[in-house]
């Protein structure tokens, strides 16, 4: 059964302080993988992505890392900002049947304290 | 800002009504993709629609029914409304059905009493 399963649930932290975030997944086909961020009541937005060939991608002070091997994924947030503070999603993408197929992590939810 | 739409932002039914809800796409974006996502859940697929037919559907039963038209908006309706169907409803439009870059609407979040 294709899953992706995230941890922790949630998460609260300093502002200023570093995170990181897990993501396990069991996907296949495997096409790439996301991290969302998605403030309360919004939509997500897409963060960084990451194909089986790459092994992490930077977008500003979120850094993800992927391991296809172990189907594993992080990400790593530094010097919080009281605007980090939202669900992280981890979604992993499979072509199949004629469209591409998202799972989705139910989420990590980030509180960055002042 | 992704260029989605959706309305209405809020919604209040009861249980064994009906409802619609209304996506429009990005400029240029002729795929839709719906999903659901309850209270501290990931969004579910529920359907995709693709050039106005149905290109892939997830487990939601017969009563989830769309449309899409030819200006590539889209319509998600519910019949027979339950109390789980309280959730934020999502759209996202992406240019082609095979790609995985999805832009995401804010949502409608549909409260069933």
């Known amino acids: 059964k294709n899953q992706v399963e995230q941890s922790p649930q949630s998460l609260i932290i300093l502002e200023g302080k570093n995170c990181t975030l897990q993501c396990n997944y069991t996907v296949s086909p495997f096409s790439n993988l996301r991290w969302y961020k998605q403030d309360t009541g919004r939509g997500p937005v897409s963060l960084t992505i990451m194909t089986f060939s790459e092994n992490t991608k930077s977008n500003g002070r979120y850094t993800a890392t992927l391991d296809a091997d172990t189907k594993q994924s992080s990400l790593h947030i530094t010097a919080s900002q009281l605007s980090d503070s939202a669900s992280y999603i981890c979604v992993v993408s499979g072509y199949s049947g004629g469209y591409n197929k998202l799972i989705f992590g139910a989420g990590t939810r980030l509180a960055v304290h002042p | 800002e992704t260029g989605v739409t959706q309305s209405p932002t809020h919604l209040i039914k009861t249980r064994g009504q009906q409802v619609t809800l209304r996506c429009s796409s990005q400029?240029?974006?002729?795929?839709v993709s719906w999903y659901q996502q309850a209270l501290g859940q990931g969004p579910q697929f529920i359907f995709q629609?693709?050039?106005?037919?149905?290109?892939g559907r997830g487990n939601f039963p017969p009563r989830f029914s769309g449309l899409q038209f030819p200006n590539y908006s889209s319509e998600l309706n519910v019949n027979a409304l339950e109390l789980d169907d309280s959730a934020l409803y999502l759209c996202a439009s992406s240019s082609t059905p095979d790609t995985d870059t999805q832009y995401f609407g804010p949502g409608t979040r549909l409260t069933v009493l």
């Open positions: 629609y693709y050039r106005e037919e149905e290109n």
């Open positions: 400029s240029g974006h002729n795929t």
